[in-house]
T-cell receptor, first 111, second 117 residues
């Protein structure tokens, strides 16, 4: 079953603006990851944040994790049309590698 | 990183038939997984493909419907058996454990888009 709920379900912004997506989950985790999917194709790993970390950066991406609230956010700064995709959070519980995906956010970046 | 290929990339099948999807990785990996993504939905893990032993299925998925093989560390197949229109989905394989150690980050194949009529 899906553990994570993401909001918003869909987000439309203009190029240059920032995009923020939120993910909530239900149980204790080892780490939380964000993936991008373009047009129903394979997923691309974006960033991983461990349960003992609170914030992580990678290029234009900023991820925060609040384990007390069981929530995470993904911020994409200075968005580009090429960022148009679906974004999924996924959690790993315990030491197993299995991913449990959130419901996803569809991001549309317009020129 | 790993390069993962899947065959076929898409197929249209009649109900009652079966389709076998192949997943090939360009290097040895410890873990291989199969996911289903129903139209407009997120990904759901079907099973973990274990090399040399039976796959480990998630709740709601059974071996008779989704038999899986993993004969070596670079290849796996998923069969969707006795298909119905409800099986229309994208099926994706993923891998973890490049070089033997799990990093928890998974690399995904491009997916197989299955339509059952």
């Amino acid at each position: 079953s899906q553990q994570g709920e993401e909001d918003p379900q869909a987000l439309s912004i203009q190029e240059g603006e920032n995009a923020t997506m939120n993910c909530s989950y239900k149980t204790s985790i080892n780490n939380l990851q964000w993936y991008r999917q373009n047009s129903g194709r394979g997923l691309v790993h974006l960033i991983l944040i461990r349960s003992n970390e609170r914030e992580k950066h990678s290029g234009r991406l900023r991820v925060t994790l609040d384990t007390s609230k069981k929530s995470s956010s993904l911020l994409i700064t200075a968005s580009r049309a090429a960022d148009t995709a679906s974004y999924f959070c996924a959690t790993v519980a315990g030491t197993a590698s299995k991913l449990t995906f959130g419901t996803g956010t569809r991001l549309q970046v317009t020129l | 990183s790993a390069v993962i290929s899947q065959k076929p990339s898409r197929d249209i099948c009649q109900r009652g038939t079966s389709l076998t999807i192949q997943c090939q990785v360009d290097s040895q990996v410890t873990m291989m997984f199969w996911y289903r993504q129903q139209p407009g939905q997120s990904l759901t893990l079907i099973a973990t493909a274990n090399q040399g032993s039976e796959a480990t299925y998630e709740s709601g998925f059974v071996i008779d419907k989704f038999p899986i093989s993993r004969p070596n560390l670079t290849f796996s197949t998923l069969t969707v058996s006795n298909m119905s229109p409800e099986d229309s989905s994208i099926y994706l394989c993923s891998v973890d454990g490049l070089g033997g150690a799990s990093s928890y980050e998974q690399y995904f194949g491009p997916g197989t888009r299955l339509t059952v009529t």
